[in-house]
């Protein structure tokens, strides 16, 4: 008998207010205890189909299925003692401290309405320990680095016991040292038996510390699986229209070294343009105002 997946989307539509269809009829699963990059052109519905997953967005059509129930039927607070968010950085601080940020991730869990138990404290002292951010606890979390503060919202995810994690970017404002640093704190998380999601622009770390790759493109499913079997050269310049070389290091790590552009941008002059100013995604700055000179992507 197959074993079930910890998380299954079945058929999954989104369709904003204006029409947009974000995410068109999406479906796939995931099991437990995996590590897994969701990959695609930026715009491609990553983001929307992860706030999808965790009722942040309302589901047009389809269903998601964490340990094998349907999400929309439950609530936010019992979706949130099984799925934590991990967002690319924390837009209001409110004055928090290093400490009361990661206490933040027990709340699913209070059983009093005021306070948190000792057994919550623990929790949270643990995972400052654990992720080398125990000396900073008083410290307001608006003046921690990029790379702290990383830290601080996976220890937060972490003291929330979630069955799946969604990471959004983690790390898209770090350096090289810190990227790694956040990548090996995620991997080793999930061998215990979670499952994150994490979307993320840098192919070559999700290559190289990913179990699965979810890659998306203009909110369709291209393809899911190993990353050393699913990543080439095809796929990159049809999800990305760039020609990249894919190859494998001495340690038998897959790496991604893009080229150039796949497409064909050419620079032409506009003058005396008396057209309204607009812009047109497939062919650049399209009017401009009268009497000026431009360059534009053609």
């Known amino acids: 008998m197959d074993e079930q997946p910890l998380l299954e989307i079945r058929g999954l539509n989104k369709i904003y207010d204006n029409g947009f269809h974000a995410v068109r009829d999406v479906s796939f699963s995931l099991p437990a205890g995996k590590l897994v990059g969701l990959i695609g052109p930026n715009g491609c519905g990553k983001s929307t189909m992860m706030r999808c997953i965790n009722k942040m967005h309302s589901i ?108 959004d970017e983690p790390t898209s404002h770090l350096d090289m040292k810190y990227k790694l640093n956040v990548m090996e704190y995620l991997r080793a998380m999930v061998k215990q038996n979670m499952t994150a999601l994490v979307a993320e622009h840098d192919i070559s770390l999700m290559a190289r510390y990913c179990d699965l790759c979810v890659i998306m493109k203009k909110g369709q499913l291209v393809a899911v699986g190993n990353p050393k079997e699913v990543i080439t050269e095809d796929l990159v310049r049809d999800v990305y229209d760039v020609i990249a070389n894919v190859g494998v290091d001495k340690d038998g790590e897959i790496y991604v070294l893009p080229k150039k552009f796949a497409g064909d941008y050419r620079l032409r002059r506009l003058r005396n343009c008396s057209a309204p100013l607009r812009f047109d995604g497939s062919r650049g700055l399209a009017g401009v105002a009268p009497s000026m000179l431009y360059y534009v992507l053609d």
């Open 60 to 167: 047009t059509s389809g269903d998601v299925l964490i340990d094998g129930r349907s999400v929309l039927d439950q609530s936010v607070t019992e979706i949130a003692k099984q799925v934590a968010n991990v967002p690319a950085e924390l837009k209001n601080s409110f004055g928090l401290t290093v400490y009361e940020t990661v206490m933040l991730g027990r709340y699913p869990h209070l059983r009093n309405l005021w306070w948190e138990t000792d057994e919550d404290e623990t929790e949270v002292i643990d995972a400052m320990e654990k992720f080398g951010i125990k000396h900073l606890q008083d410290r307001p979390i608006n003046m921690l680095s990029s790379g702290e503060m990383q830290r601080v919202l996976i220890a937060k995810a972490y003291v929330q016991e979630p069955r799946l994690m969604l990471v």
